[in-house]
């Protein structure tokens, strides 16, 4: 069933469809074509006027005083004719046949011609069809692009996948700028930050001739506070790139003291300025540094405890041993009684503390819920 049009935008849409077709049948009779776009061997005639109102490259040439401006043909570089040809179709037309295959491609063009519609539809096709084996890709692909949209959606899709992606080839391909954009994220989904550490110290052995001058600023971004004293002891301070660097060594140091309760001094200026008609001073502090990033110990998403709560009905209830036997390492079982209602009764006590309010003369059903035994 279709959605109902608002009133206040059924003349728009009217207006819109009548001037795209209007424009288009122009164009296919080859009528007040007054710009010829050139690409390689292949021209594409066309309307300056649909150029400037899509495209603020082409606003910037056709309204110079440069003199490609005063030219009928215009001669384009480092784009393919078929690309051009289905982005011009978008403008007249506004259909598309974006794939996969030729996504980055159009997603290229749309941005160095400046065509922000077709920006927009490149990165909703990219963002629908995130996955484990593009994610990065993508990742990087709205990074070179400048599109925080997509890069800070496909970041999010590979944190949340970490402990899968972290594995994957593409992941030791990323530089060290983008590594540190994944790892210095809060919604890692890590039990541990074991897993952190250990991701970063295998993209680091991938390349450790070029990689290794990289690790003070990526360590920043593992949170040690939150490892166990015993792998912070066995397996960060004894790694041999760890271990051979004082300046690591130096920052393994600061972990240490921070964990037997020893911050180091966060130093401020206080500023006074003067301000108003009054003649009031204001005091403002300004903070010359911030504690080291690797201080940090803010829990990553997936170290949040989840409880389970399991809910059977009668069926069900055939399959479940009855009264507190172990279902699960460090939960109970608790069922409830089937009795027949009596009259009278408006509800019962549930195990959560609440009542469970019921019709005359219907059956008690059994709730079975898991509980963490103490």
């Given amino acids: 069933m279709a959605l109902p049009i608002d009133p206040m935008d059924e003349p728009r849409m009217y207006q819109q469809t009548l001037l795209q077709d209007g424009l288009f049948e122009l164009l296919e009779n080859d009528k007040l074509v007054d710009c010829v776009l050139k690409i390689k061997d292949k021209e594409f005639p066309c309307h300056r006027l649909v150029l400037c109102a899509c495209s603020s490259f082409f606003r910037s040439i056709f309204l110079s005083d440069l003199e490609e401006s005063k030219k009928k043909e215009i001669v384009l570089e480092d784009v393919e004719p078929g690309v051009m040809g289905l982005v011009l179709k978008y403008l007249y037309t506004c259909k598309i046949n974006v794939t996969e295959q030729n996504v980055q491609d159009i997603f290229a063009v749309a941005n160095v011609y400046q065509i922000p519609s077709i920006f927009t539809v490149c990165v909703s096709f990219l963002q629908k069809r995130l996955s484990l084996s593009n994610c990065l890709a993508v990742f990087r692909l709205g990074l070179m692009l400048d599109c925080p949209r997509l890069a800070l959606s496909a970041r999010n899709y590979a944190c949340e996948r970490f402990q899968l992606i972290s594995r994957d080839d593409e992941f030791f391909q990323l530089l060290p700028s983008e590594l540190a954009a994944i790892l210095a994220n809060d919604n890692l989904n890590v039990e541990t930050e074991e897993a952190v550490f250990e991701a970063l110290m295998n993209w680091v052995s991938r390349d450790t001739g070029s990689r290794e001058k990289e690790l003070p600023g990526l360590l920043d971004c593992i949170r040690l506070r939150l490892v166990s004293q015993d792998y912070l002891k066995e397996k ?139």
């Fill in 236 to 374: 960060v301070e004894k790694n041999k790139l760890i271990s051979n660097n004082s300046e690591l060594q130096q920052k393994i140091q600061v972990v240490k003291d921070a964990l037997a309760g020893i911050m180091p001094e966060v130093k401020k200026n206080k500023s006074t300025e003067n301000g108003g008609a009054e003649g009031e001073d204001e005091e403002q502090e300004e903070e010359e540094g911030l504690l080291p990033g690797i201080l940090n110990d803010t829990l990553r998403f997936g170290m949040f405890v989840r409880n389970l709560i399991l809910m059977v009905n009668e069926a069900g209830r055939r399959g479940v041993r009855p009264h507190r036997e172990r279902l699960l390492p460090g939960f109970s079982v608790h069922t409830g009684a089937q009795e027949p209602h009596q009259p009278g009764d408006q509800g019962e006590p549930d195990l959560c503390g609440g009542r469970v309010i019921r019709r005359r003369g219907e059956q008690r059903r059994s709730t079975v819920l898991l509980f963490p035994t103490v």
